[in-house]
């Protein structure tokens, strides 16, 4: 199957500063990329869809100017948390379509942030 | 746009009786609805699909039922062993200008021993 990597797996970070996390599709393009985040013991939440070439585009209740999110090629999406607070703090997990068009989404491994 | 329900939120078993999860979808326009596992700090992983123009599919110990009129999936795990126990996640497709994978809310699965 197609391979999703995201990087980096876990990060620590001061309240205040911004962490960028990327999400690579390895071995074939990806045009659309999405970004999720999970709380403990609750269900992944769809935050954005990120599309090469344009702007993202973000669910209802997600900050657009706190969650910034760039895909700059067809192999790689960025969400960068801008100003971090305590509350930011959880797993952030991208996904992409694969290769074929298809309909099943393939994962990166998770980003585990902690703002301190 | 989609939303889905998932019940129970938590399962136990006993190892080699059967697990059933059950989920219902409100966008009659999905058409795709995949089942995935999760273990603690990992991605999720499918372990099986269904598409709309099926009723029922399986794959050694798992199976899963589509009823698209009541808009109704279900997941069955046969002769459960520990290593099933796992976080499951229904989702199915929101179709819009693209497919977004939209979850439930989780099952946690215990097999006991």
């Given at each position: 199957g197609a391979v999703v990597s995201q990087h980096p797996s876990w990060v620590i970070c001061k309240?205040?500063?911004?962490?960028?996390?990327?999400?690579?599709?390895?071995?074939?393009?990806?045009?659309?990329?999405?970004w999720y985040r999970q709380f403990p013991k609750q269900s992944l939440m769809l935050m954005a869809t990120s599309n090469e070439g344009s702007k993202a585009t973000y669910e209802q209740g997600v900050e657009k100017d706190k969650f910034l999110i760039n895909h700059a090629s067809l192999t790689l999406s960025t969400l960068t948390v801008t100003s971090a607070h305590p509350e930011d703090s959880s797993f952030y997990i991208c996904s992409?379509?694969?290769?074929?068009?298809d309909t099943e989404a393939f994962f990166g491994q998770g980003t585990r942030l902690t703002v301190v | 746009g989609e939303n889905v329900e998932q019940h129970p939120s938590t399962l136990s078993v006993q190892e080699g009786d059967s697990a059933v999860i059950?989920?219902?979808?409100?966008?009659?326009?999905?058409?795709?609805?995949p089942w995935y596992k999760q273990e603690l700090g990992k991605r999720p992983?499918?372990?099986?699909?269904?598409?709309?123009?099926?009723?029922?599919?399986?794959?050694?110990?798992?199976a899963v039922t589509l009823n698209k009129t009541a808009k109704h999936f279900s997941l069955h795990i046969t002769e459960t062993q520990p290593e099933d126990s796992a976080v499951y996640f229904c989702a199915a497709i929101e179709k819009t200008s693209y497919d977004k994978v939209i979850f439930g809310p989780g099952t946690s699965l215990s097999v006991i021993p």
């Open positions: 309240s205040g500063t911004s962490v960028k996390i990327e999400c690579r599709s390895l071995d074939f393009q990806a045009t659309t990329m999405f992409a379509a694969g290769p074929r068009g | 059950k989920c219902t979808y409100s966008d009659s326009a999905s058409n795709y609805f992983q499918l372990i099986i699909d269904i598409r709309s123009n099926v009723g029922e599919k399986k794959d050694q110990r798992i």
